[in-house]
């Protein structure tokens, strides 16, 4: 997006287009020669329709969206749930500005550093049509930025850019931008924290290696790993997991119990199965969450219970119909044709190979779950 483009969106003839033509698609839009500038109107129509549930702030105010920054961008849910406060705070990554505009809700000043300028011209255009007054954009790199700050922080925030030029994901910090692990002794010169959002593929033992002692928090929602955040300068290790909508939970991660249950699950007569939340399995404290509740073998596994769960577990609970070991021939007299939904967790068997195993399909007519457990393989039908 030029400053051209920023010009032309701020003008009150594409504004009141852009109004008028909110609930259109955005092709019948770009084709449209009554509409002015189609071309940038309906780019603007498009991704503010899909900022309606993502950034619901900017669609009110119907900010500028440029859609590179709106894919990189964070939720607004995601970024309000920073356990974040005080007097100042440094947001070295501000993109669209969405954690910026979060950040200026719990800190008296915001200073946020975008190296492009057209971005920076947009989230200040945005900031004031939020009224949003304590927030300072700069023009800069991260790196030139602290170089040369004589400011002392609260907190220093960063999204790190986790995509290479060629549009490469990466996971390891030193590969992305800013290197945070290179400016954290900088880093320590000017903030009193530091908060760093990393990919959800970032590995937890590998973060408390790195910036101990430290927070570090594993997000997830809807059963999908979300983000992985890290807050340094913490009084002691801590894992977090935070499953949005439901709750957060935190361990000490020296204090992990990884050992399996005793009893034999060929002996159980289990009646419910538990499945860790995704952001349970990550940290690695699946065992030492739910082994005072019920029976589990792996950190990756499925945990067992003969008793109903207390509901505040981080897990999703399924009453059990039967459980078998995993004998195809036996098994494909009752499952051939049927469809059937497979869960699986810690095993090698995969979902199609079971299925064509059995001469079954996808479908929803029967759930059952898939699972080695003491060498065995069992198949697991749940109610």
Known sequence: MTHSDIEILLSDEVR???????????????????VPYASLVATQVKYLQRARRKLPHLYEVRAIIPPRAFEQSS?????????????????LTCGLGIDTMALAESF?????????????DVVRNNLRMLHIDNVEVVTAS?????????????????????????????????????????????????????????????????????????????????????EVNIYTGAERDTLRIAIIGEGEWCFDPHAADNTPSNESFADGEWRYMLIPDVALQKSRMAM?????????????????????????????CFAIRSIRRYRPKELKREYR???????????????????????????????????????????????
Not at 24 to 29: G, N, P, V
Not at 109 to 117: A, F, G, N, Y
């Open 288 to 316: 030492t969450a739910l082994k005072p509740y019920a029976a589990i073998w792996s950190n990756n596994g499925y945990a067992f219970t003969r008793e109903l769960p207390p509901a505040s577990l981080p897990c999703r």
């Open 75 to 91: 939720s607004e849910e995601s970024a309000r749930r920073k356990p974040l406060s005080g007097h100042s705070v440094l947001d």
């Open 142 to 226: 991260a790196e030139e930025y602290v170089a040369t700050c004589d400011d002392h922080f609260d907190w220093v925030f960063a999204d790190p850019d986790r995509r290479s030029e060629d549009g490469r994901k990466m996971v390891v910090l030193e590969e992305c931008s800013p290197n945070m692990r290179a400016l954290m002794p900088r880093l320590s010169e000017i903030a009193s924290r530091v908060a760093i959002k990393l990919s959800p593929m970032f590995d937890s033992d590998e973060a408390l290696r790195i910036f101990a002692p430290a927070e570090v928090e594993i997000v997830s929602m809807g059963g999908e790993c979300k």
């Open 16 to 34: 009141e287009a852009i109004e008028r033509n909110i609930e259109r698609d955005a092709a019948s839009i770009a084709l449209d020669r009554s």
């Open 337 to 383: 044709g049927r469809g059937i939904d497979i869960l699986k967790h810690d095993t090698r068997l995969t979902v199609e190979g079971v299925r064509q195993a059995l001469g079954a399909k996808a479908g929803s007519e029967t759930r059952v779950a898939i699972t080695t457990i003491e060498q065995d393989n069992w198949f697991i039908e749940l109610v």
């Open 108 to 120: 008296e000043r915001v200073v946020s550093i975008e190296r492009d300028p057209q971005l920076a």
